[in-house]
């Protein structure tokens, strides 16, 4: 069995942040046919992202997993909106969650799925932490189904 955990933050000032675009993946696999749904389990964290390292070891322990079975699903600044990277031990430059997660689990060596978020003008740029922070545009969450899509058809030939 494999698990995917959409990583994000609790609460609904949080629900349409960039930094939630992992929860916002796992929600969309949970509205999909029950056949997709036997081959994986989802689960959305509970925590704030700084701390996912908790939760998720809570999960591969009750769940006795091998951490080559465990996916993380999480936004990636270094990536562009509309691309994303199916990875594993493999992530961006910086990113508290997955910092979290490595040093909880002491192991890189898990699979990621790094949804690009940063749709930034090259001028004005805003700082990371402070974008993640904020909702997507309506343009911008209405572009993630064809992203999600996507991500699950490759996803398919992996699982």
Known sequence: MHIIVGLGN??????NNRHNVGQMFVDYLKNQ???WRTKIKTVKTDVF????????????????????DLIIAHDDLDIPLGKFKIQKGVGPKLHNGLESIENTLGTKDFWRIRIGVDNRPAENRIDGETYVLQDFTKEEKESLSIIFLKIKAQLKHLL
């Open 10 to 15: 609790p609460g609904s000032k949080y629900k």
């Open 33 to 35: 046919s029950a056949g």
């Open 49 to 68: 992202m700084n701390q996912s390292g908790s939760f998720v070891k809570k999960i591969v322990s009750d769940l006795e997993l091998r951490i080559s």
